[in-house]
């Protein structure tokens, strides 16, 4: 595999982490507190075991922070020019209490914006700000690309922070479409440094007329579009599938992407989302979570190009093409 070629226009992400609600349990547990539409034994063969899931006290916000405090522990968060705060349920983009507006009729309890109080937390005074929640997701891959598009815009700015947070409300069911959902939060950096992976391109599909659909149609819809996503990103870098290392995707039914990579022309073998046993779907988290797996197994190397997918509510696809630098190689 050559090396990296970059050019003054490129941009790269790196610096993923992650946070998980502090319940660990298992789909058996969940299923017998009501948690479940589906049969556990029905979840556990399409890969599903352990999901976490946050204590009643701990929230959406908490999540981005432990996330963002890995970063700025392990002094990787630095100064940035932008926060991208992506949510995958608009209810987690509003850090204020619900009672309070309820007590005072006063609109600015739902205005409390928890990518303010980030800036706010963490220092980052130079930092402007940016919600993203109508991705379902999909919004991590979006704020990627939303990062993109402001650096190439904004000549001055060198950093931006993409945080995604979700948890779901008390009392919700964790399951969505199918899938067994973990609470949770990722982020990571997109740079003009040359560092981590250069971002290639993203693409993005919605089908707004699918909007509300049932759990059935929307696993109908998945491999139609998945199949045109993939193909449309490809076409967009000059690529086909025989120049892709690997595709990390979402934790979804295990057997849909034995499926997917015959329908898209990819290796199995190169599909990778090890963590859904541990993890579930992390609504928007998943890709940096199985990506950082990708990294610590020592198995990239310069010049891999990776594509990341994600399917959504909205309906929404989203992909991304990275391509390992020497750095994230090493």
Not at 116 to 129: C, H, I, K, P, T
Not at 247 to 265: C, P
């Amino acid at each position: 595999m050559s090396k990296t070629i970059t050019s003054p226009a490129d941009v790269f992400v790196d610096s993923f982490v992650y946070a998980l609600g502090e319940r660990k349990i298992h789909i058996s547990e969940s299923a017998a507190a009501g948690r479940l539409l589906s049969e556990p034994d029905d979840l556990e063969s399409s890969g599903f075991r352990w999901h976490h899931m946050c204590g009643p006290d701990t929230s959406a916000y908490d999540l981005a922070k432990m996330a963002t405090a890995q970063l700025a522990d392990s002094g990787r968060l630095g100064s940035v020019d932008a926060i991208v705060y992506a949510t995958g349920l608009p209810i987690n983009g509003n850090s204020g209490k619900h009672d309070d507006w309820l007590r005072t009729r006063d609109v600015k309890h739902l205005m409390d914006f928890p990518a303010s109080r980030l800036q706010a937390d963490f220092g980052l005074d130079g930092a402007v700000v940016i919600g993203l929640n109508q991705q379902a997701c999909t919004a991590m891959l979006g704020s990627l690309r939303i990062a993109r598009a402001m650096l190439a815009v904004e000549e001055q700015w060198q950093r931006v922070l993409c945080v995604t947070a979700d948890r779901f409300p008390e009392g919700a069911l964790y399951e969505q479409a199918y899938n067994l959902i973990s609470d949770g939060a990722a982020a990571c950096v997109v740079s003009r440094r040359p560092s981590g992976f250069r971002l290639v391109t993203a693409h993005q599909i919605t089908n707004g007329a699918l909007g509300q659909a049932t759990d059935d149609e929307t696993i109908g819809s998945y491999f139609a579009f998945t199949h045109h996503l993939f193909n449309e990103t490809l076409a967009r870098a000059g690529l086909v599938s025989a120049n892709i290392d690997w595709v990390v995707t979402q934790n979804t039914n295990d057997k849909a992407w034995q499926i997917l990579a015959r329908l898209l022309g990819v290796d199995h073998e190169k599909v990778w989302f090890p963590s859904m046993p541990d993890t579930g779907h992390i609504i928007s988290a998943d890709n940096v979570v199985n990506l950082s797996a990708l990294i610590d197994s020592g198995r990239l190397r310069p010049g891999h190009r990776v594509v990341l997918v994600m399917a959504g509510f909205g309906l929404n696809w989203q992909c991304a093409i990275l391509e390992a630098t020497e750095e994230i190689a090493a």
